[in-house]
């Protein structure tokens, strides 16, 4: 089992910044991807930002430039440092977890609500 912790949303401003953290604890391995996804109300869960284990990040077109996902592996902990934040951006923030060779993730944090006032 894997669990998944998520701190540090809010309310900013338009053009503001936020850091999300999402700590795991239990059967996690540094090798395995991690992601970032958010659900907006009335849309679906979309994938934010994902992170593998070597390091190497993908992002939705819509946040490219302004998001930026990393991760210590000796705190087991990812994180998404959000500029420029839009009100287009406000949603729940959920982290995941992937197993290996998963396509989604395998184990989600309870959410963090991020709200973008214009």
């Known amino acids: 089992q894997v669990q998944l912790v998520e701190f540090g949303g809010g309310l900013v401003q338009a053009g503001g910044s936020l850091r999300l953290s999402c700590v795991a604890s239990g059967s996690i391995f540094s090798i395995n991807a991690m992601g970032w996804y958010r659900q907006a109300p009335g849309k679906q869960r979309e994938l934010v930002a994902r992170?593998?284990?070597?390091?190497?990040?993908n992002y939705v077109d819509s946040v490219k430039g302004r998001f930026t996902i990393s991760r210590d592996n000796a705190k087991n902990t990812v994180y998404l440092q959000m500029n420029s934040l839009k009100p287009e951006d406000t949603a729940v923030y959920y982290c995941?977890?992937?197993?290996?060779?998963?396509?989604?993730?395998?184990?989600w944090g309870q959410g963090t609500q991020v709200t973008v006032s214009s």
């Open positions: 992170i593998t284990g070597r390091g190497n990040t």
């Open positions: 995941g977890y992937y197993r290996t060779f998963s396509t989604e993730p395998d184990y």
